[in-house]
């Protein structure tokens, strides 16, 4: 298991912990809303940052990789 999947799954364990945590928190209170978007774009932070790293990759094997 490679660098980055360990790092994936700690941010999935982590968010599905605090999702749960929310869950369990009284959802009547206003600054539950603040956490939601807050988490939110961490998360499209992250995915962002995945894609980045998986499309460096890609271009870089793509200009690695002999056609002759």
């Given at each position: 298991?490679?660098?980055?999947?360990?790092?994936?799954?700690?941010?999935?364990?982590?968010?599905?912990?605090?999702?749960?945590?929310?869950?369990?928190?009284?959802?009547?209170?206003?600054?539950?809303?603040?956490?939601?978007?807050?988490?939110?774009?961490i998360?499209?932070?992250?995915?962002?940052?995945?894609?980045?790293?998986?499309?460096?990759?890609?271009?870089?094997?793509?200009?690695?990789?002999?056609?002759?």
């Amino acid at each position: 298991m490679t660098a980055a999947e360990v790092q994936i799954r700690m941010l999935v364990a982590w968010t599905m912990t605090r999702v749960r945590a929310l869950h369990d928190e009284d959802s009547e209170r206003g600054d539950g809303i603040l956490v939601w978007v807050v988490m939110t774009a961490i998360l499209v932070a992250a995915a962002i940052a995945i894609v980045a790293i998986i499309v460096n990759k890609a271009t870089q094997k793509a200009n690695d990789t002999n056609t002759q």
